[in-house]
């Protein structure tokens, strides 16, 4: 399977790296269970958009 990276790409990726960095510093901060929950729960869906796409 051969796959062009599109602009479109960059954008996913470029969103997927913003939610795993959001995620890491809820982490890093402490952070409530529920934020992380619902940190975690954007981050999977944004992965999910991510493997789709390519």
Do not use: C, K, Y
Request: glycine share 2%; charged share 20%.
């Amino acid at each position: 399977m051969i796959t062009t990276w599109t602009p479109q790409n960059d954008q996913v990726f470029t969103e997927l790296l913003a939610r795993w960095n959001h995620h890491q510093d809820l982490r890093t901060s402490g952070a409530d269970v529920a934020s992380l929950f619902q940190s975690r729960t954007v981050l999977d869906a944004t992965r999910d958009v991510a493997r789709r796409s390519i």
